[in-house]
């Protein structure tokens, strides 16, 4: 399985969550965990998603992603499992 962490942050508005899922199911990639919160009209998010059979590369997956932050006004990271996790060890 190749995970990916896909991480959003910024002021909320509606459809952040659909925008990137609706993405993320044109391209067969499997959300595993979501994890959101809203604080003071901050939204922020974290989405654990499989790739293993996505049907575009992952550069691409992660520029369009890069570009809907824009469109959306919040910024969003994609981040391979291993790379995120040798970045948050302690």
């Given at each position: 399985m190749d995970k990916t962490v896909i991480s959003v942050i910024g002021k909320d508005t509606t459809g952040?969550?659909?925008r990137i899922s609706t993405y993320a199911y044109h391209h067969n990639v499997n959300i595993l965990d979501i994890a959101q919160t809203i604080r003071m009209g901050?939204?922020?998010m974290m989405m654990i998603v499989d790739t293993n059979n996505m049907d575009?590369?992952?550069e691409?997956?992660?520029s369009q992603m890069k570009a809907m932050?824009?469109?959306i006004g919040?910024?969003?990271?994609?981040?391979k499992?291993?790379?995120f996790n040798m970045m948050h060890r302690i």
């Amino acid at each position: 399985m190749d995970k990916t962490v896909i991480s959003v942050i910024g002021k909320d508005t509606t459809g952040i969550i659909a925008r990137i899922s609706t993405y993320a199911y044109h391209h067969n990639v499997n959300i595993l965990d979501i994890a959101q919160t809203i604080r003071m009209g901050i939204f922020n998010m974290m989405m654990i998603v499989d790739t293993n059979n996505m049907d575009i590369s992952y550069e691409e997956f992660a520029s369009q992603m890069k570009a809907m932050s824009d469109e959306i006004g919040v910024e969003i990271r994609c981040q391979k499992e291993e790379i995120f996790n040798m970045m948050h060890r302690i």
